[in-house]
């Protein structure tokens, strides 16, 4: 083929193509949802540019060249960064078009996490779990030691409270001791230490020197 325009050098005939600008992802349908936008959450924040351009966005930065100027980053890693944000949600664009967090999806993800929690009041499932505690604490009728959790502390006051006082019988605070003595042998916890959160706990009350356990403890929780 002879080239009738000497301005422009011989090249292959290709097809002619108009080319627009790409428009921007929509990612409306490809957020995740339930579980899986919980599951993804702490992988998200796990890479230290993604924080950083999060909190950028946080602070009012609204385009990818103020993100990356205000989180030390190229507009690069700023744009990718963002992109991830968008796919999962957490950063949106506003009225005007500048970047915004996304507060709806937190308190989605919130009522999310909310009702994911296993329900409770099942007492049969109760009692194998606060069986499971008082084995893990409980030796051969010895407190090897108190749990950190409060909550795991409380079940194993009250199986020590149930196993040690009669509802309604009174004692001296010499028998008290006494008692509450046998459970500490060899352990970590003394017998005044036991005594005292066993009548924070309203298992225990006391008047002058006498101790009862009352038929009911209402502060006594369970795990």
């Known amino acids: 083929m002879v080239n009738d325009r000497p ?20 990612f409306a349908e490809s957020v995740p949802s339930g579980r899986a936008a919980l599951s993804a959450l702490p992988g998200l924040f796990a890479e230290e540019g993604r924080v950083r351009a999060f909190a950028a966005v946080a602070l009012g930065a609204g385009g990818a060249a103020q993100v990356a ?48 929690v296993p329900a409770t009041g099942d007492p ?28 795991r502390k ?20 010499r028998t008290v001791d006494e008692k509450l003595r046998a459970w500490c042998d060899e352990g970590d916890v003394d017998h005044v230490t036991l005594r005292r959160h066993l009548v924070d706990l309203g298992h225990l009350r006391r008047s ?14 369970t795990a």
């Open 7 to 26: 301005d422009r050098p011989d090249r292959p005939d290709r097809p002619v193509t108009s080319e627009a600008p790409v428009p921007p992802p929509s």
């Open 69 to 116: 100027a205000a989180a030390g980053l190229s507009v690069r890693d700023a744009s990718a960064a963002l992109r991830r944000l968008r796919e999962q949600g957490v950063v949106t664009s506003g009225d005007g078009g500048e970047l915004v967090v996304a507060h709806d999806r937190f308190r989605e993800l919130a009522r999310e996490a909310r009702s994911t």
């Open 124 to 151: 049969a499932a109760e009692d194998d779990r606060a069986g499971m505690i008082v084995r893990t604490f409980v030796k051969d009728g010895r407190l090897v030691r108190l749990p950190a959790r409060w909550t």
């Open 154 to 173: 409380k079940v194993v006051l009250r199986h020590i409270a149930e196993q040690t006082f009669v509802p309604g019988a009174e004692y001296p605070e």
């Open 208 to 221: 002058g020197g006498t101790y009862w356990r009352p038929a009911r403890s209402d502060r006594a929780g």
